[in-house]
């Protein structure tokens, strides 16, 4: 049949439309694809680049340089040293048991080294390199790097590490590092991916973890490129990490190591405090250890040997140590009861050596008795009758809030480990911890520094400062932080009636600088540095009557741990105070004959700036003082640690 011209048309429309139609749409495609290869080409032309190069470059973190810590001088107690480790990654490795062997060979790795980076690799992900051992000589890194094709996924590195050039000199102060644990990592809600840096380091006591976040920094990074096998190539680009900041104390390195020779062989606690700002110029704890082994990483019989010793060293007796604080407690009975108008100065209590309070005889220390005594004369010879009178007119309401206004049962804000609150009691106190009932003889105790009260050295060392001045002083420990100095805090005045004040002082100093008073031996006879204090006894055991009838009649007859305590707190020079000194000793005895010469030495040396003239000592003590700091000349240097050579 012949096609007609309109049916010849009609087709002719119909094939043009489908060629618009599908010309149309594969132009659509084609600008589509057009459109998309652009994007990939310009727009994400980084991100498809970075997917290719995966393949052959790594980023890693670089762990930021730890800031330093120095003393008020600039002297470093706490600084970086180089440390050449070797790492190795699981997923570069492959056989990691065999590459360990390998690397054996090289260098000494015993079989517990080997399982316990076995452990570590097993227990991180495959990514993560693994520190397998560290402070390697150059030799040692040189065999591995001459043998690096054979240890795949072991890589030598250098870093810094922790170093304590005093050793022992502050180490309850400064505290030390250590490996970040995995619970240290579980306590953070965003854990900084530096923690998971082989053999890094975060602070474990003292300053160190106290100023962690300032001195840490943060990391830098570093891109590497790797072959097919993971070996490292070489470092494409480095972008450096921001170093931690440094941090100042207060403390004097110097005065620090007199007061650590000069107790050594004592269990000690030893503050010295400017009154003018709260400066701690020393703060030492006896017997003392090195945080360098904490940090290189303790052995077993090291640790063991330090939790084992009696003298307790890895203690800080300074702010975790609490004791019964005994007669130094007085001064804060005797303002007490002057601005509570229970007496005057001039009354006169009389001590026949003890009294009977409801139907149980107390004592004082001085069996015979001190006769008629005043407050002034109570405070320099220590009669524990006359405050025992004092503390019943009182009640421990009073006691409590006299002894709390100058610092006591206060937890004081330092950047040091477990800071002690103490022990202010109260009525309330004994009745919800103990469920009893506050008695007469609790308050009786209390008034002489015994029975529930409890204050650490630090705590007795503000107590002197506020006494020394009228003002609410608080202790500081850091001075600057990043080269930008931390002001002083306020020290607002306490309100202290300005007369009893001085009452109180006048009897500080005589137990210093009067015959009868408890310290005449340890007075400083040049009249422009005279120290003004309190001795101070707190009992451990008292002696039993089977004891006193096998013939035991002296603390030195009574085992060390026995013993009582020995205290001294005080203040100079006398008419314009510039430091307080606080000394305990454990178990030493009394606080006259064993606390207080230490005091006087340690304040002459903080005042002098050095060993003191012998013109400031009594005559007939000039010779021992000169030989003695002849031998202490001798212990002084850095990096000593106080030891303990007494029975």
């Not at 492959?94 to 980076?117: C, F, Q, S, Y």
């Not at 227990?123 to 001459?146: C, G, K, N, Y």
């Not at 105790?445 to 529930?452: L, T, V």
Request: proline share 6%.
């Amino acid at each position: 049949m012949k096609r007609t011209t309109r049916d010849t048309a009609e087709g002719a429309r119909r094939v043009t439309r489908r060629a618009l139609l599908l010309g149309s749409m594969m132009g659509a495609g084609m600008l589509m694809l057009a459109g998309r290869m652009r994007q990939i080409q310009v727009a994400e032309a980084d991100q498809f680049r970075l997917l290719a190069e995966e393949n052959r470059i790594n980023i890693r973190l670089i762990p930021p340089v730890r800031g330093l810590i120095h003393d008020r001088t600039g002297a470093v107690v706490a600084g970086n040293e180089q440390n050449y480790r070797v790492v190795i990654v699981r997923e570069d490795a492959g056989d990691v048991e065999e590459v360990l062997g390998r690397l054996a060979r090289l260098i000494e790795l015993p079989d517990e080294v080997v399982e316990r980076t076995l452990r570590e690799v097993r227990r991180h992900r495959p990514f993560v390199p693994v520190t397998i051992a560290e402070r390697l000589s150059w030799d040692q890194i040189a065999r591995i790097a001459a043998n690096a094709p054979a240890l795949p996924g072991v890589t030598p590195e250098v870093g810094l590490s922790r170093h304590y050039p005093l050793a022992g000199g502050l180490a309850h102060v400064v505290g030390y590092v250590g490996a970040v644990s995995e619970r240290d990592i579980a306590e953070q809600e965003v854990p900084d991916p530096v923690l998971q840096l082989p053999g890094f380091q975060i602070g474990r006591i003292g300053v160190e973890r106290h100023m962690e976040h300032a001195l840490r920094g943060s990391a830098g990074t570093r891109r590497i490129e790797v072959n097919a096998v993971g070996r490292v190539m070489r470092e494409l680009d480095r972008r450096e990490g921001t170093a931690g900041r440094n941090v100042q104390l207060t403390i004097d390195h110097r005065l620090q190591a007199f007061v650590q020779a000069r107790v050594a062989g004592e269990s000690a606690a030893v503050i010295v405090m400017d009154v003018r700002s709260g400066d701690l110029l020393s703060i030492a704890s006896s017997p003392s250890y090195d945080p360098n082994l904490f940090a290189h990483g303790i052995s077993v019989p090291d640790f063991r040997a330090l939790l084992d010793d009696p003298y307790r060293p890895l203690v800080d007796k300074t702010v975790q140590g609490v004791y019964p604080p005994g007669s130094t407690f007085k001064m804060a009975v005797a303002l007490a009861a002057l601005e509570a108008g229970v007496t005057v100065p001039e009354e006169r209590v009389f001590c026949p050596g003890h009294v009977d309070i409801s139907g149980r005889r107390f004592h004082c220390w001085k069996r015979g008795g001190h006769g008629r005594v005043g407050l002034v004369s109570a405070i320099s010879e220590s009669c524990d009758v006359y405050f025992y009178e004092m503390g019943q007119r009182l009640g421990i309401e009073r006691i409590n809030a006299m002894s709390e206004r100058l610092g006591m049962g206060v937890r004081h804000a330092l950047p040091m480990s477990s800071v002690a609150a103490g022990l202010n009691p109260t009525r309330e106190w004994k009745r919800d911890r103990r469920g009893e009932a506050w008695q007469v003889g609790d308050t009786i105790n209390a008034s002489i520094g015994q029975g529930f009260v409890l204050s650490s050295p630090l705590q007795l060392a503000v107590m002197t400062a506020r006494l020394a001045t009228g003002r609410a002083v608080a202790p500081r420990l850091v001075r600057a932080i990043g080269g930008r100095e931390e002001p002083p805090a306020e020290t607002p005045a306490l309100g202290l009636d300005a007369r009893a004040l001085a009452v109180v002082r006048q009897g500080m100093s005589e137990v210093v600088n009067h015959r009868r008073g408890t310290a005449w031996s340890s007075r400083v006879v040049e009249s422009s540095a005279r120290l003004a204090g309190k001795t101070g006894t707190s009992q451990v055991f008292s002696i039993t009557a089977a004891e006193r009838a096998a013939g035991v009649r002296r603390q030195q007859d009574l085992p060390w741990n026995r013993r009582n305590h020995a205290l001294f707190v005080g203040y100079g020079p006398e008419e314009a105070p510039a430091y307080a000194v606080v000394v305990v000793i454990e178990h030493g005895g009394g606080g006259s004959s064993a606390a207080a010469p230490v005091a006087r030495d340690v304040y002459l040396q903080a005042l002098h700036g050095g060993f003191p003239p012998l013109a400031a000592y009594p005559e007939p003590q000039r010779n021992r003082i000169e030989t003695m700091q002849q031998d202490l000349s001798g212990r002084m240097a850095p990096g000593t640690v106080g030891g303990r050579d007494r029975a």
